[in-house]
Structure formats: structure tokens, C-alpha cells
């Protein structure tokens, strides 16, 4: 189990004091009858825990994803999306991907089952000139993925940490 501090989190810049009003999705993408592959939507949840303070916010459990979500993108102007990803780093380890590196870490096949979904959803909403300028990834490595309602205790680890580097991410959008 890798547990750091919000500081240590892999492509996780400061935070800016400056303010602006955005629009924002915070959509978790995973199955919550898997294991660790329930760890988008419930990082998601773990974050709106922390953020009701904070403005402008919709929440959203993706599920498995579908093009139906490409409305609900288009009408926001920033994204952070939750998910389980192969980072190939110890279970529970959160990284942070903001803008094109997000884009090029969806498209390298690098996520789990749904992965195609993501790349769709992001490409159709480019395509529409609807792209959330604004959007990250906070990914969380599983540790395992199989039947089950319950997140491995590596990842289970991982949630607050996860909500934290999203809160870091939304106070700078």
C-alpha cells in the first residue's frame, strides 16, 4: 500500500489562490459491484464529501460510462473524472493528469474496461467544440478487480487522498 501526502501526489501542481467561477463535473467512471474497479465512483463521493463548500459542482457516478454523458460534459467547462487505472505503481497510489496529458493517457489504452468510452466521450465533446477546457484525471491503481462490493484496503487507503488532490484540482479551475 502507497499512501503519500497531497505533495507527493505524481502531476499534481499548486494550488492557485485565484478564483474563478467554473462549471464543473466531478464524474466517477466504474463498476460498484467490482472490487477496486468501484474506486472512480466512490473517490467521487469521497470528494463531495469534502467540497460542499465549493461552487458550481455537479456530481455524477458515471457507472460504465455511455454516449448519453456527452450532454452532460458539453454543459460544463471543467471536468475531473474518478477511476480505477493500470499507473503500473503500488496499489492505492492516486496520480493526477490534467489537459493533454489526460487526453494522451486515455487514448494509451492505459484504464480499465471502459477506457474506450472515455476516450469517445472526450473526442465527441472535442469534435461538438464542447471539450471542457478545463478537465483532470485523478486515477487510482487497483489492486484488484473482481465480484465484490467492498475496495481493497490499499485503495479503500487511497480515498481521501484521492478527494483531496480533486479539491486541490477544483480550487485551482
Known amino acids: 500500500m502507497q499512501i503519500c501526502d497531497q505533495s507527493e ?7 492557485n489562490s485565484r ?7 466531478a464524474m466517477g467512471v466504474g463498476n460498484t459491484l467490482m472490487t ?11 470528494f463531495r464529501s469534502i ?7 455537479t456530481f455524477l457516478d458515471a457507472g460504465t460510462l455511455s454516449f448519453t454523458l456527452a450532454e452532460e460534459i458539453a454543459s460544463h467547462n471543467a471536468i ?6 493500470r499507473l503500473k ?11 493533454q496529458a489526460m487526453d494522451d493517457f486515455v487514448r494509451s489504452g492505459k484504464l480499465t474496461v471502459h ?4 476516450t469517445d466521450l472526450l473526442d465527441m465533446a472535442r469534435i461538438m467544440g464542447e471539450l471542457p477546457v ?31 488532490a480533486a479539491r486541490s484540482v477544483a480550487e485551482r479551475f
Open 134 to 164: 478545463q478537465r483532470a484525471l485523478v486515477a487510482i491503481e487497483p489492486a484488484e478487480i473482481g465480484w465484490g462490493l467492498e475496495l481493497s484496503a490499499a485503495v479503500a487507503a487511497a480515498m481521501p487522498l484521492a478527494a483531496g
Open 80 to 85: 475531473i473524472v474518478f477511476d480505477a487505472a
Open 115 to 118: 477506457e474506450v468510452g472515455i
Open 36 to 46: 477496486d474497479e468501484a474506486a472512480g465512483p466512490r473517490a467521487m463521493e469521497a
Open 51 to 57: 467540497a460542499s463548500d465549493l461552487e458550481g459542482i
Open 9 to 15: 501526489i505524481v502531476g499534481l501542481p499548486a494550488a
Open 89 to 99: 505503481a503500488a496499489p492505492g497510489t492516486v496520480q493526477v493528469l490534467e489537459g
Open 19 to 25: 478564483r474563478r467561477s467554473v462549471r464543473l463535473l
